[in-house]
Structures are given as C-alpha cells and as structure tokens.
Nanobody
Framework: QVQLVESGGGSVQAGGSLRLSCAAS????????MGWFRQAPGKEREGVAA????????DYADTVKGRFTISQDNAKNTVYLQMVSLKPEDTAVYYC???????????????????????WGQGTQVTVSS
C-alpha cells in the first residue's frame, strides 16, 4: 500500500524559509513523477513543483519559480520542497503527490509540462505571516 507522508510545515515570517519532506513507502521503487501542490482556503489546488525522479528534470509554477526548489533523495525515497523568501500568499496546505503507476489519477499542468499523479499525502500546513 503506497503511502506519502509529508512533514516540515509550520509558521514563519515573510522572508523566511521552510523545507518540506515527502517520504514515500509501500512500493517497489521505480522512476516516477512526484510533485508538490498547495491549497489555500477558498482557492483551487495549485501545482507548484514537480520532478521526474528518473531524469531529474523539474518544473515550477510561475508563482514560486526562483524561490522554491524540488529535489529528491532516491536512497530515502524522499522528495523535498525547499522554500525561501516566503510570502504571506504562500500560506496554504501543501500536499505531496506521486505517480508510482497508480490508477485512477489525473493529469496536471505544472510549469508548462504535464504530470500524472495518482497518490496523495495528507497535507502539511504552511503559514507565512507579514
């Protein structure tokens, strides 16, 4: 059973930094796509970053480009989202997503590329105060 567990959320002041982690388990590791989404109250879920763990290629939403960095640690089956220069508008629940060959998922546009995601984590809250 595939599980994605996020951690690292919290509260910071504007201009601060946070690093989110997403640990994946319950599958035989294969090259896959993983990503980070966020959803603020009253807004739609937004894809902010994605990575092809096989090729190492990444994509970012324009709203976070230059401030957020997605990376991977294949040995730990973990994907990270390093966030710097945080703004109050970055406040949201952040979700990890993965392909991992799952069924019943859908395609998302992130940074001009399309990614398929079928599995989701439970979310971690990020709050940025001004």
């Amino acid at each position: 059973q595939v599980q994605l567990v996020e951690s690292g959320g919290g509260s910071v002041q504007a201009g601060g930094s946070l690093r989110l982690s997403c640990a994946a388990s319950g599958y035989r590791y294969i090259s896959t796509n993983m990503g980070w989404f966020r959803q603020a109250p009253g807004k739609e879920r937004e894809g902010v970053a994605a990575i092809d763990t096989g090729a190492g290629s990444t994509d970012y939403a324009d709203t976070v480009k230059g401030r957020f960095t997605i990376s991977q640690d294949n040995a730990k089956n973990t994907v990270y989202l390093q966030m710097v220069s945080l703004k109050p508008e970055d406040t949201a629940v952040y979700y990890c997503a993965a392909d991992l060959g799952g069924y019943g998922g859908r395609w998302y546009d992130i940074g001009g590329s399309r990614y398929y995601f079928a599995y989701w984590g439970q979310g971690t809250q990020v709050t940025v105060s001004s």
